[in-house]
């Protein structure tokens, strides 16, 4: 059975850590010291590292946690990762656990050129490319590009679990309820949350559904993304 928790740093970020038994997997890890206390308060065993993006949020403790565990590190190839690890790509299959999980790799440059996402077992971790009920801000990337990224989802198991490194929910839904001022929906949405609750993951098929930056056309898209920059 595979159980997926968050080990919450920084302001917002989830170090988000699948545990199947007393093995784990954990994803996009921006310190060591949270994990390496983690896994020694519960006695878990670390097996393999994650990574969607070059942003140290997400590899900061990348170097600390291997200096105490031999694991493996996948990622999309950066020119300057200083770690050792197995470089990944489009429709790169990753086995887990002894093969009990298989992760598949989607490509989904924008918020930053080398993004990718991991898939598998109705499991998404999507990094800073999508949050619940918003998208990831673009740095390196174009409109274009996110645009196209984010339509890759629609091709995903609407019944995976989404799991973002971000919990951005609130912020979100206060610029939706802003922007679309004559729809309740956000309102209501945003009301029955608060700023201490963990509200992920989300469903994927609950996003495509309700989440404007995933159903919009490229126009409606960049005009949205360019007003939540400013929000």
């Not at 590292?49 to 946690?65: P, S, V, Y």
Request: hydrophobic residues 35%; glycine residues 4%.
């Amino acid at each position: 059975m595979l159980n997926v928790v968050p080990i919450p740093i920084l302001n917002d970020n989830y170090i988000w850590t699948i545990i199947h038994g007393k093995k784990t997997v954990v994803i996009d890890p921006g310190l060591s010291d949270p994990v390496l206390k983690y896994h020694q308060k519960y006695n878990l065993e670390l097996t393999a590292i994650l990574i969607t993006h070059h942003h140290h949020d997400h590899i900061g403790g990348i170097d600390g946690i291997i200096n105490q565990h031999n694991v493996p590190v996948y990622a999309p190839y950066h020119e300057k990762f200083n770690f050792k690890y197995h470089q990944v790509q489009e429709n790169s299959k990753i086995q887990l656990f002894d093969n009990t999980l298989e992760f598949s790799v989607i490509e989904v440059p924008g918020h930053t050129l080398e993004h990718i996402i991991y898939h598998g077992n109705k499991l998404l971790f999507c990094g800073d490319t999508l949050f619940s009920f918003g998208c990831g801000r673009i740095f390196e990337g174009t409109y274009r590009q996110m645009y196209d990224s984010l339509r890759k989802f629609k091709s995903i198991d609407p019944d995976s679990k989404v799991y973002c490194t971000h919990e951005y929910t609130l912020k979100n839904l206060e610029f939706l309820k802003n922007y679309f001022k004559d729809n309740t929906f956000y309102e209501k949405k945003y009301q029955n949350l608060s700023k201490s609750m963990i509200t992920l993951p989300s469903l994927l098929k609950d996003e495509l559904e309700s989440n404007p930056f995933l159903n919009s056309s490229y126009d409606e898209f960049k005009k949205l993304r360019e007003a939540k920059d400013l929000f």
